[in-house]
């Protein structure tokens, strides 16, 4: 077994000489950025209306013309925040109206099977319906090389439906998180919860959005 080694005094709400063996407190600058996030969130908790985010929402966007990267973007930012399993299982319960591209109803039920097996949640009767299955695959990028690596990674309930995704494209708030220091600064909590901000927010002030990453 490996001895913890003794600390300078700096683990203990008070000093304790340099000689205990007990674990440092978990800090802001100790933990991801993720981590914060959702200490702050935990913290300051906004009301259940502060989540806006649905997949029936994603599909209303993808209706009136919004890009289906960006609005599933913006829905697994806020997905990843959400407290509680309930208010998991409301994003992703209400069924999605066809947008009329098979493409993005496959997706929609593709993500919706997903963040249910992920999450341990009720899986929607309306992903199985025959729109959200396509009948020729469909690889969401044409860089060369991506098609192998697609094959590979794409989750079960994605492929299973003709569509082929990198891993990364599903963990919105971990790779927005690996871009920053690994040092993050006391306010990289309130950055992130910035997310919740953006629509209908009461309960804080305005902060700059995240930036996005690549699909």
Known sequence: MFARRKTSGSCCRVPCGGECTAAPTPTLSTMSASESSKAWL???????????QSLAHVA?????????????????????????????????????????????????????????ARRGLERPAWVTEPERFLDRFWFLSEVPGFRALAIAQSPAAFRRRG?????????????WTARRSSRPSPRSGRRSAALLRRRHAPWGSSVAPSAYSSW
Do not use: K
């Open 42 to 52: 935990a913290a300051n908790p906004p009301p259940d209306s502060a989540f806006v």
């Open 163 to 175: 569509i082929f995704i990198a891993e990364g494209a599903l963990q919105r708030v971990r790779r």
């Open 60 to 116: 209303a966007r993808l209706r009136e013309g919004e890009d289906l990267r960006f609005a599933v973007r913006e829905f697994l930012d806020e997905f990843e925040l959400l407290p509680r399993r309930e208010l998991m299982q409301r994003a992703i319960e209400e069924r999605p109206t066809l947008t009329g591209e098979a493409p993005a109803d496959a997706y929609l039920g593709a993500l919706g099977e997903h963040l249910a």
